[in-house]
T-cell receptor, first 118, second 111 residues
Framework: NAGVTQTPKFRVLKTGQSMTLLCAQDMNHEYMYWYRQDPGMGLRLIHYSVGEGTTAKGEVPDGYNVSRLKKQNFLLGLESAAPSQTSVYFC?????????????????FGDGTRLSIL | GQNIDQPTEMTATEGAIVQINCTYQTSGFNGLFWYQQHAGEAPTFLSYNVLDGLEEKGRFSSFLSRSKGYSYLLLKELQMKDSASYLCAVSHHIFFNKFYFGSGTKLNVKP
């Protein structure tokens, strides 16, 4: 049981390049999230999804797009990378609210993707 | 808007008890969650509170006062492996599908 798997683990991009970060979960979770973590700023929500085919904006969505074509996968895209997007990106997943506060609120995180943009 | 405050860093001694505070001001509240994050690793779930009061889980306890917008995480019998960052997160929505995190408190446990 792998849990939440993020690909790639590290990447260096040049300004203006595009890339896609992949998140896959094998726990049959309905909810999935993308966060970025910068020094001194904690985790900030970029986009999230409450189910297959649905996405919504979080705190800091500008410059990013997402897609959830399959329940187990949540993709984060950078169309034109900027140095301000240098960060550690975490994907997380959780059960839906109908399963109770503990289950729905307990997010399972991937190991993160360390992205540097030059 | 959302405003979640935690102390930046704390130091405590092995075997002691430490309390990490979290205060919040949010436009919606439906639960407060605590996560532990070791350096270079992913956050892992520790505890949560939806109603006022104390929740105990082994060496870890979490307290919530919704009227005061205040929570704390209590760690007892500190061990060296407890050196980590502790993140406070508020669930903004009744369906627990949107969270706001504090900046985290880095706890240093010394021998």
């Amino acid at each position: 049981n792998a849990g939440v798997t993020q690909t790639p683990k590290f990447r260096v991009l040049k300004t203006g390049q595009s890339m896609t970060l992949l998140c896959a979960q094998d726990m049959n979770h309905e909810y999935m999230y993308w966060y970025r973590q910068d020094p001194g700023m904690g985790l900030r929500l970029i986009h999230y999804s409450v189910g297959e085919g649905t996405t919504a904006k979080g705190e800091v969505p500008d410059g990013y797009n997402v897609s959830r074509l399959k329940k187990q996968n949540f993709l984060l895209g950078l169309e034109s990378a900027a140095p301000s997007q240098t960060s550690v990106y975490f994907c997380a997943s959780s059960y839906a609210s109908g399963t109770g506060a503990s289950q729905a609120g307990t997010q399972h995180f991937g190991d993160g993707t360390r992205l540097s943009i030059l | 808007g959302q405003n979640i405050d935690q102390p930046t860093e704390m130091t405590a001694t092995e075997g002691a008890i430490v309390q990490i505070n979290c205060t919040y001001q949010t436009s919606g509240f439906n639960g407060l969650f605590w996560y532990q994050q070791h350096a270079g690793e992913a956050p892992t779930f520790l505890s949560y509170n939806v109603l006022d009061g104390l929740e105990e889980k082994g060496r870890f306890s979490s307290f919530l006062s919704r009227s005061k917008g205040y929570s704390y995480l209590l760690l007892k019998e500190l061990q060296m492996k407890d050196s980590a960052s502790y993140l406070c997160a508020v669930s903004h929505h009744i369906f627990f599908n949107k969270f706001y995190f504090g900046s985290g408190t880095k706890l240093n446990v010394k021998p």
